[in-house]
Each structure stands twice: as structure tokens, then as C-alpha cells.
């Protein structure tokens, strides 16, 4: 019977220096989840609650019904060879004429009076915009304004209390975080596709034909399944929120081939509220040029990392050079927000008006200085 009571007494001893020994070699990163030290080597355990799982039925239950199918009708300008009576009695080789051409896309509401964001790219050289919503009712549309340098459109239909999917903070998102596309790909209305965020500031290739072509862009990349016809559509995060407007696919058939891009909710928002309350566009600029800092900038210029951007020339004029910056600085920093390349100053600055002042930093013979600047 002792030896039973002393076996136990041994085993709980144990068990409390065992306990002992995982708490004083147990840590917590900046997220809370516990760091363990074995052998001189940190590992990470993550504890997933419930609603950590990848569910999506809150958040396509909430958002289908404000993503809308639109239809576009447009005039396109076409020309054809001529036949040969043509070509003997006037003298002409090609014939032009138009000949009219029916489009279509997505659109997410985003003010319950019937205002909708779509691509700039959807609704271009439309003579009538038609809309459907999910309950198959069908509304002529306005357009209020575009801006083809963020591919954003604002359009317009007269109703009220429609269903809004509201906007999320995209500079929040995280590498890895599920999404989900909803859209009308081929008139299939109310598809939905789930994916994760793949990447961040993503750049597409400048057009061969227009490569001096202004664009904003800081894509978000997902694995989100989208096709022709989810251009203008949400891409939403669990919660039912916008995080950015789908509109295009790297693609060699025109189809999904694994990846596709969405404009950030932050960048949807500036452009939606300049449009909704101007029709146009006030777009602030810093005035510089710039290129994204290699190894051998860094190295030649003694920076501790390749983040910021080099900055190549810039007009005398330029917001830029009135707060005393200069060309060959380093830009890193713009209104508290890291610079990671230049489709990050193109966000960050896009975020601005004309008139606003922020601070930002560069990095000038290995130190660091902040300049006020005024945008214009």
C-alpha cells in the first residue's frame, strides 16, 4: 500500500518538473501562439479556434445578393477589306463601317441608393449599361465616372435599400488569408470561388502598344478561380467585407489558368468616393521617378536592405522638390507606411488629395530624413 502511495507521489513530482521545465522554455511570439526551445531550436504550435477554420457560408450568404451581372452595348469601329468592284469603281482597298456589340461583366453595390463599382475595362465605350441583380431584376444604368488609370467605374441604378457588401482595410490582408470571388463568369450568375491571397503590389505588364501607359497598380494575386465575365465582381474576406474588385487573369486561352488579380478595397474607395462625389478623379502626385533599389543600389549606397525605391528625377516643381527631396534619394517612408516598391509610393500617394500634406522619409548619404511634403 506505501509503495503504491510513494509510486503515485513520484509520478506527480515528475510531471509537475516536467510542466515546469515546458513553461520556462516556452515563449510567445508577437501573434501570442507559444515558441518553444528544444535543442536550441525554435518551432511555433498554432491553436486554430473555430472560427479560424476556412467557413465561408457567412460570407457568401451575405455578399451574393450585392454583386450584380452588367451588360453593356457598344458601337465598334471595324474594318473590311473591299471586294473588287469596290476596289475598280472608287478606288478603295478597306471599307470602315460600325456594327454594334454586346458586353458583360460584374459589379459589387456599395451604397444602398443603387451606386455600383465595376471595371473601368467592362463598361468602356458603352451607349447603354443594363443591370441585373441577383433576384433576376433588371435596371438601366448611368454611368457616374471612370478611371482607367485603377480600372475603376462607378455606375448607377434608381433604387433604394438595396444590399451593400461594406469595404475592409486591404492593407490589412495577409499572405495566406482565404478570399472569395464572386461574379457572373460565361452568364453563370452568383458563381463563387475561394482561394487565398497569394501575393501583394502585384504589377502587370505594361501594354506593347501603349507602354508609356499611366496606371496605378497594386494588385492583389489569389487563386481564386475567376473567367471572363467576374471582371468587376468581389473579392471578399471571410467576414463578408470587400477587400478588392477582380479584374483580370494572366492567361495564354483567356481563361483561369491559376491565378488571377483584384484592385485593393483601399484604392476602390478613394476612386469610388472621388467619383460618386465629383465625377472625376482628384489624384495627388509626389513628381518623382524612380526605380526599385537592386543589390547593387543597396550596396553602392550602403543600405541595410533592397526596400524603398531609388528615386531617378523629378520636376523642379514637383511636390517632391519643394520639401527639399532630391534626386538620388532613397525613398522608404510615406505617410508612416513602408515603401516596398513603386507600385507601393503609387498606392500610398494615391491614397492622398491634392493639397494634403504627409510625411516622408528617405534614406540620404546612410541617414535617415523626414521632409513635410504638400502633394499637388
Not at 459589379?107 to 444602398?112: H, K, P, Q
Not at 478595397?265 to 476612386?271: Q, T, W
Request: net charge negative; proline share 4%; hydrophobic share 40%.
Amino acid at each position: 500500500m506505501k509503495k503504491g502511495i510513494i509510486t503515485i507521489l513520484v509520478a506527480a513530482l515528475a510531471g509537475a518538473v516536467s510542466a515546469y521545465a515546458v513553461v520556462k522554455l516556452t515563449d510567445r511570439d508577437a501573434s501570442g501562439n507559444p515558441v518553444q526551445i528544444e535543442g536550441g531550436t525554435q518551432f511555433r504550435t498554432v491553436d486554430l479556434s473555430n472560427d479560424e477554420w476556412p467557413d465561408f457560408t457567412f460570407a457568401a450568404e451575405t455578399c451574393v445578393d450585392a454583386v450584380v451581372y452588367v451588360k453593356v452595348r457598344a458601337t465598334q469601329q471595324v474594318v473590311s477589306n473591299a471586294g473588287p468592284l469596290f476596289r475598280f469603281f472608287f478606288g478603295y482597298e478597306t471599307i470602315p463601317f460600325s456594327r454594334e456589340v454586346q458586353g458583360s461583366g460584374s459589379g459589387v453595390i456599395i451604397r444602398e441608393d443603387g451606386y455600383i463599382v465595376t471595371n473601368n475595362h467592362v463598361i468602356a465605350g458603352a451607349n447603354a449599361i443594363e443591370v441585373t441583380l441577383n433576384n433576376n431584376r433588371t435596371y438601366p444604368a448611368r454611368l457616374v465616372g471612370t478611371d482607367p488609370a485603377t480600372d475603376v467605374a462607378i455606375i448607377k441604378i434608381e433604387e433604394q435599400g438595396l444590399p451593400v457588401i461594406p469595404f475592409a482595410d486591404s492593407d490589412k490582408l495577409r499572405l495566406g488569408e482565404w478570399v472569395l470571388a464572386i461574379g457572373s463568369p460565361y452568364d453563370l450568375r452568383s458563381t463563387i470561388t475561394a482561394g487565398i491571397v497569394s501575393a501583394k503590389g502585384r504589377s502587370m505588364p505594361k501594354d506593347p502598344n501603349n507602354p508609356n501607359e499611366f496606371r496605378i497598380e497594386s494588385f492583389i494575386q489569389t487563386d481564386a478561380a475567376v473567367n471572363p465575365g467576374n471582371s468587376g465582381g468581389a473579392l471578399v474576406n471571410k467576414e463578408g467585407k470587400l477587400v478588392g474588385v477582380n479584374t483580370a487573369i494572366i492567361s495564354q486561352t483567356g481563361s483561369y489558368a491559376g491565378y488571377s488579380f483584384a484592385v485593393p478595397s483601399n484604392i476602390v474607395k478613394r476612386i469610388a468616393d472621388d467619383l460618386m462625389d465629383y465625377g472625376t478623379v482628384h489624384r495627388a502626385k509626389l513628381g518623382i521617378m524612380m526605380l526599385p533599389v537592386n543589390d547593387e543600389i543597396a550596396k553602392e549606397l550602403k543600405l541595410s536592405s533592397v526596400n524603398g525605391v531609388y528615386i531617378t528625377d523629378m520636376a523642379s516643381d514637383s511636390a517632391a522638390a519643394e520639401a527639399g527631396i532630391k534626386v538620388g534619394d532613397v525613398l522608404v517612408e510615406i505617410g508612416g507606411s513602408k515603401v516596398t516598391g513603386a507600385s507601393s509610393v503609387q498606392e500610398l500617394v494615391n491614397n492622398f488629395h491634392p493639397g494634403d500634406r504627409t510625411e516622408v522619409k528617405v534614406i540620404r548619404g546612410g541617414e535617415a530624413l523626414s521632409f513635410e511634403v504638400v502633394l499637388k
